[in-house]
């Protein structure tokens, strides 16, 4: 069982940055593709980003293109999420989850529907304030 556990997350104002962290508790996670999701009150769990298991290709939102970047160090078992030009509009917690049925995939098709992702941490708030 993979545990995964998210950090970084906080109060910061429009136009600021935060970089999250999940780190996970088994070295099989280094192996598998990762996404970040996220969730606002009175919404829907929403796809942010995923990062394949080499971190060779990464795939993003259209919300959070060229605002957010996804990467990972497989030698510390932990994905990134670093975050910029927030707006109040990204306000959520965020989650990170793994998809076992990825290990070792090298293509381009990642799933974007948290229903296929098997391992989640609990989230961690993001609060932008305008």
């Known amino acids: 069982q993979v545990q995964l556990v998210e950090s970084g997350g906080g109060l910061v104002q429009a136009g600021g940055s935060l970089r999250l962290d999940c780190s996970a508790s088994?070295?099989?996670?280094?192996?598998?593709?990762v996404g970040w999701f996220r969730q606002a009150p009175g919404k829907e769990r929403e796809f942010v980003a995923v990062i394949s298991w080499s971190g060779s290709r990464q795939y993003y939102a259209d919300s959070v293109k060229g605002r957010f970047t996804i990467s990972r160090d497989n030698t510390k078992n932990t994905v990134y999420l670093q975050m910029n030009s927030l707006s109040p509009n990204d306000t959520a917690v965020y989650y990170c989850a793994a998809d076992s049925a990825s290990a070792y995939y090298t293509g381009s098709a990642y799933s974007r529907n948290p229903d296929e992702y098997d391992y989640w941490g609990r989230g961690t708030q993001v609060t932008v304030s305008s």
């Open positions: 088994e070295r099989t996670f280094s192996t598998y593709a």
